[in-house]
């Protein structure tokens, strides 16, 4: 390649500026779209799993074999204090808390429904998931509460009562005897997530050990990591410390995945439809390309003739419009590189709420300010599958170069 | 003359014998049913009943007291363990309370709660309400016959009728030709074995032969089952509407 080539290449860019900055914004469009459609759903994925993870399962949790699927209160934890001297030798944790949980009727003065009765640690509990935060009407446990409930506002709807008001739990103890007790209302949460609002009641964990004669056994030892990344070399090094600690009950360390197989499900599910748009949208773009440079070469028919008589050989003409279109390609996916990296990263400080989504996301737990993120991987991706498909567009117009005869070339047009 | 009414009561006899036949397999099974659960019911029944639930790793003792009047109202009591007394269950038609003496409330149950596991056993609300769901809401067919000390069994299963609201897909009875109800299976939607309640140690138990003890055992797992055992059954005509009230709930009579 010498440099007698780039110069008329780069002439030849300049010689139609308007056809040449068109395609290469085409090129920088798709580039800029990709970049910003991969970061936007890559961010959404991280959303979505900690703000569900958060509030219900956190990343990693320790539970009795079968617990998940039983829900039997029967299968705990007997001795939570040997989970959390594994957990302090577990680099990567975020913070920890203790869980007890169990089905039981809850009833109003006129009315019962069935219900979720978590018993939380308030001052862990406060430190981790957003509850604290989503309690709407009246307070968050103090560390001191004791028969005071926290429940879900459309629980609170069904069951007709208002902060102060008493409720009945009624359930059975991990000793089989009946567990009744009278608690207070003392806030209101709403996650809004319907399931979450309808079928939760929190009490303190204490007093969850009380009713349900617990005798210091919990149902979930929950683990938050500080990042999504940390989570499977956690979980790895908690199993690793359980088996060695020789407990007697058998346990099993999940982490999210395994908690809601549904999020995962959800999210490969949105991956999929994801990848049908971007084929859609790199088919779109590499067309048009392919469209410009064919058009460049019908165009210049007559112009290569003269090239071709001059005595330029078939090859280096072919090296000629490749070098044509891939600076112009090169440009394009710079400038689209540049500017979707700009405009991820300003969303991405500042957030975007789509307007009208706010009840679909609400139903999925989901804040309705949603962040892209921009990491090197969804920048790359986005422009390297842009650089890939342009490139191969442009080889079909000059291969077909080579089958140019000058005379008749000369004639046409 | 005598050809004609030959031949006259020859179509009789013939008409009688198809009819019945063909009444007889379809009436035969729901009356056999019918005859069991009201045999077991009696008009109306005191019991004292011990209960023993078992676990895998752990086991716990009830012992109940209960009332049934009909096929649709029964009250059960608590008497031991102390811890648990006075809880009891009021069932009454298709509604049904729960009564905890600790909070001193009665809590009016959702009609869902009638499938549910009673005090963790492995009997739900309707099993020990002997409640009258088999009749009403399945269809019965009958299975084949086995015999049993010497005594005739019928086999019968029972498929739930359209729309019934029961959380089986069939149920599967043995009921002896005294209308003794040996066996009780419970299969779910895809027609396995969930549960089966099985009754042993016939012998004369308020002044007819009775089953006196109930034993129902999950089919997946042999170390989880509940063992029903009468100490006390005594049939009675009728008891008093008072008997079946919240106030009686709350207040049960030793």
């Not at chain 1, 009562?161 to 007790?181: M, R």
């Not at chain 1, 072919?318 to 440009?331: C, D, G, Q």
């Not at chain 2, 269950?89 to 009638?114: A, D």
């Not at chain 2, 005294?178 to 419970?186: H, N, R, V």
């Amino acid at each position: 390649m010498t440099s007698i080539e780039l110069k008329m290449a780069w002439r030849n860019i300049w010689r139609n500026p308007r056809r040449s900055i068109l395609t290469m914004l085409a090129v920088a469009f798709a580039c800029l779209l990709l970049i910003f459609m991969l970061s936007w759903q890559f961010g959404s994925y991280e959303t979505m799993i900690n703000s569900t993870v958060k509030i219900q399962t956190g990343h990693i949790q320790v539970q009795a074999l079968e617990f998940r699927e039983k829900n039997d209160i029967r299968l705990a934890v007997q001795d939570p204090a040997a989970i959390i001297r594994i957990l302090k030798k577990t680099a990567g944790i975020n913070a920890y808390t203790l869980r007890s949980k169990t089905f039981s009727l809850i009833s109003s003065k006129n009315r019962t429904c069935g219900a979720m009765v978590i018993g939380i640690d308030p001052v862990r509990e406060g430190r981790m998931s957003p509850l604290k935060k989503l309690v709407r009407k009246g307070r968050y446990f103090s560390s001191d509460d004791s028969n005071q409930a926290i429940i879900g506002s459309l629980l609170a709807k069904n069951l007709r009562v208002n902060i102060g008001d008493e409720l009945i739990i009624l359930g059975q103890g991990f000793d089989g005897s009946v567990a009744a007790s009278m608690v207070k209302v003392k806030g209101i949460f709403n996650s809004g997530q319907d399931d979450f609002d309808r079928g939760l009641v929190h009490i303190p964990l204490k007093f969850f050990e009380a009713v349900y004669a617990m005798r210091g056994a919990v149902h979930e030892v929950v683990v938050t990591a500080n990042s999504l990344k940390e989570v499977a070399e956690i979980k790895k090094k908690v199993a690793a410390g359980l088996a060695s600690a020789g407990l007697k009950t058998k346990l099993v360390v999940l982490d999210w995945k395994q908690l809601m197989p549904g999020l995962i499900e959800a999210i490969k599910m949105d991956l999929v439809s994801g990848l049908i748009f971007y084929v859609i949208l790199i088919v779109v773009v590499a067309f048009s390309i392919l469209n410009t440079f064919l058009m460049a070469i019908f165009e210049r028919t007559r112009e290569f003739g003269i090239l071709m008589a001059l005595g330029i050989s078939a090859g280096k003409l072919t090296r000629l419009l490749l070098l044509e279109s891939m600076t112009m390609t090169l440009l394009g996916v710079f400038i689209g590189a540049i500017a979707g990296s700009l405009i991820t990263s300003y969303f991405q400080a500042h957030g975007i709420v789509i307007p009208g989504s706010t009840e679909l996301l609400r139903q999925y737990g989901l804040p309705e300010r949603m962040h892209p993120r921009l990491s090197l991987l969804s920048a790359s991706i986005g422009a390297g599958i842009v650089l890939l498909i342009t490139s191969l567009t442009a080889l079909y117009p000059a291969l077909k170069v080579r089958r140019l005869r000058p005379l008749e070339a000369m004639m046409s047009a | 003359m005598q050809m004609k009414r030959a031949a006259y009561i020859f179509v009789c006899l013939a008409v009688l014998l198809t009819a019945g036949k063909d009444n007889g397999a379809a009436l035969d099974t729901d009356a056999i049913v019918q005859a069991a659960v009201t045999y077991y019911r009696g008009n109306a029944s005191v019991s004292t009943v011990d209960m023993i639930v078992h676990r895998p790793n752990w086991q716990r003792a009830y012992t109940i007291k209960a009332w049934t009047r009909g096929q649709k109202d029964s009250l059960f009591t608590i008497l031991a363990p102390s811890r648990d007394q006075g809880n009891g269950t009021l069932k009454r038609g298709r509604e049904m309370w729960t009564y905890n003496p600790k909070v001193n409330r009665v809590i009016k149950l959702p009609p869902s709660m009638m499938s549910q596991a009673w005090m963790g056993s492995d009997f739900s609300n309707n099993d020990l309400a002997k409640s009258d769901s088999i009749l009403e809401d399945y269809d019965h067919e009958a299975a084949g016959t086995e015999t049993h000390d010497g005594k005739k069994v019928y086999v019968i299963s029972a498929r739930p009728k359209s729309n019934a609201p029961v959380i089986w897909g069939m149920q599967k009875l043995k009921i002896r030709e005294d209308y003794i109800l040996l066996c009780q299976e419970f299969y779910d939607e895809d027609l396995r074995l969930v549960k089966a309640m099985t009754g042993e140690q016939i012998q004369p138990l308020g002044g007819k032969l009775f089953p006196k003890v109930w034993k129902m055992q999950k089919a997946d797992r042999p170390q989880a089952y509940t063992v029903l055992d009468y100490r006390e059954l005594v049939f009675h005509d009728d008891l008093s509407d008072s008997i079946f009230s919240l106030s009686s709930l709350k207040q049960p009579r030793r």
